[in-house]
């Protein structure tokens, strides 16, 4: 029988559970310990990660899952350079996680998702000045304007809502949202960021397309202090944002 010690984790991009392979590498509990430590000085010292020791009839990956059943449908790696690069791939946002994750809450037009995911980050930045996702934000006509949300969305109308309307449609919506949620609280400072954006959204939400650009469009805010189709900078976001802020 071969020995495999195994050290798991999640990718949410890829949608199932991670594995890392370490089976033929002379192991001692020190290398282990260092292994470890480098995926964690990579990828930051919340990731979450699970070991496991495994005896199977060869060194094949099969020969775990039919040693353990549990190990069915993990992707199973065994370098680990590139079981951290799948690792970081989910601790960086884009705003188009946060759109998703809005629109999992309430139907929004795609102008509506723009304003709410620029406040959300306007707001965390202002709070923090850690970024919320890692995509620019751009000044445009209406407003704005987020590199990934508007890449995604750019088939639509601005002004067509991108939900369903029947009930047992929204109610299988929220359950797949459920992974966007996962991966923005799987990554760095996930819980404080999905707190905020809850905040935000409850501050924003119900207004309309219309209201949303005359609050980002107010004399002074960092969309008016930027020229147009410029970038809208951290700087600006953080000297002007206020101006945008209700009660």
């Known amino acids: 029988m071969i020995r495999h010690i195994i050290i798991m984790s999640s990718s949410y991009s890829k949608g199932t559970r991670i594995a890392l392979d370490l089976c033929g590498k002379n192991l001692n509990i020190e290398n282990l310990i260092s292994i470890v430590s480098k995926i964690k000085l990579k990828c930051g010292k919340e990731v979450s990660l699970s070991s496991h020791s495994i005896y199977a009839k060869s060194e094949e990956w099969q020969a775990v899952i039919e040693s353990d059943p549990f190990f069915k449908g993990v992707k199973n790696v065994s370098d680990v350079d590139e079981f951290i690069k799948l690792i970081k791939r989910d601790l960086s946002l884009k705003g188009i996680d946060i759109a998703q994750y809005i629109s999992s809450k309430k139907e929004y037009t795609h102008l509506e998702l723009q304003k709410l995911s620029y406040l959300c980050y306007a707001d965390y930045y202002c709070a923090t000045q850690k970024k919320l996702f890692e995509d620019k934000i751009y000044a445009y006509k ?18 067509d809502y991108l939900d369903v309307q029947d009930e047992e449609e929204k109610e299988e919506k929220q359950i797949e949202s459920l992974p966007i949620k996962s991966k923005i609280l799987f990554g760095t400072d996930g819980i404080e960021k999905i707190r905020t954006i809850d905040e935000t959204v409850a501050k924003y939400g119900n207004f309309s397309a219309g209201e949303l650009i005359n609050i980002t469009h107010r004399c002074g805010s960092p969309w008016d202090n930027t020229k147009q189709s410029d970038l809208i900078t951290d700087d600006k976001i953080l000297e002007y944002h206020y101006i945008e802020e209700i009660n």
């Open 142 to 159: 209406y407003g704005p304007v987020i590199e990934s949300v508007y890449k995604f969305y750019k088939k639509s109308s601005l002004r």
